[in-house]
């Protein structure tokens, strides 16, 4: 198997690649991509891992922060255009071609922690009532939860302000995102009472991107397994968040 990789990484570190350039579109969503406030770069723990699985596989490319709607639309028409960090759906599926995953993560119910809610079970938030953003992917699959009554606000401050008020009993939010969540809304970092939903975070390029282009930016991100491992390890808001 070490053989096998280090032949993979010679591969990717002498076999030339044709003049290509990547353009990398994502949105404002710490911590995995943002603009550093004091340099006005692009950061985050996604950003770090999707610029080094570009440099190992040898393309140029750029970074471009826009809201997520634009961006997605982009990414669905233009050739050698990417998006980050993009939640891998069967429903989108076929809409992209995938480098992934560049992290494993998950949707999960958050409560307080005085309120000793015992969920063990996706049974168990029968009865309860959860607030969730708009913009959450699996909105409609929370809202099938039997018994489960879903309170739908623009903005996670909002939902957290619902739950520390008592209004909701839980909050729907990622598992990396959540305590950035909490620190904006000036609210305690609250209690992950149930991993509900894993959800595999990717790289979706444009169809009409080379498949061999794409063959190697996944061999790239296998690679950088180590890097990937290190920059959880050492993030902030990932460490508090598990």
């Not at 950061?43 to 770090?48: A, C, F, K, L, R």
């Not at 950035?180 to 894993?198: C, M, N, Q, R, S």
């Not at 080379?210 to 950088?224: G, M, Q, S, V």
Request: aromatic share 10%; charged share 25%; proline share 5%.
């Amino acid at each position: 198997m070490r053989l096998l990789l280090l032949s993979m990484f010679v591969f990717l570190s002498v076999a030339p690649v044709a003049a290509q350039h990547f353009t990398l579109v994502t949105e404002e969503q710490p911590p995995m991509n943002f603009t550093d406030p004091e340099t006005g770069r692009v950061v985050g723990i996604s950003t770090d891992l999707v610029s080094a699985i570009m440099r190992e596989a040898g393309y140029d490319y750029s970074l471009v922060l826009m809201p997520w709607k634009r961006a997605y639309r982009q990414a669905l028409l233009d050739e050698n255009t990417c998006i980050f960090t993009t939640v891998r759906t069967p429903e989108r599926e076929k809409l992209f071609k995938w480098v992934s995953p560049l992290f494993t993560s998950g949707w999960a119910f958050y409560g307080m922690p005085d309120r000793g809610l015992g969920i063990e079970k996706v049974e168990d938030l029968s009865g309860l009532v959860a607030a969730a953003t708009t913009e959450t992917i699996s909105i409609s699959n929370i809202r099938s939860i039997p018994g489960l009554k879903v309170l739908e606000v623009p903005r996670d401050q909002r939902a957290l302000v619902l739950m520390s008020e008592g209004r909701a009993d839980v909050w729907v939010s990622g598992v990396f995102t959540a305590f950035k969540g909490a620190e904006d809304a000036g609210i305690a970092v609250p209690e992950l009472a149930f991993l509900w939903h894993p959800i595999e975070l990717s790289l979706a390029c444009n169809r009409a991107t080379d498949d061999e282009a794409i063959a190697r930016l996944n061999t790239a991100n296998k690679l950088l397994d180590p890097y990937r491992e290190e920059l959880k390890a050492r993030h902030y808001y990932y460490t508090r968040e598990r």
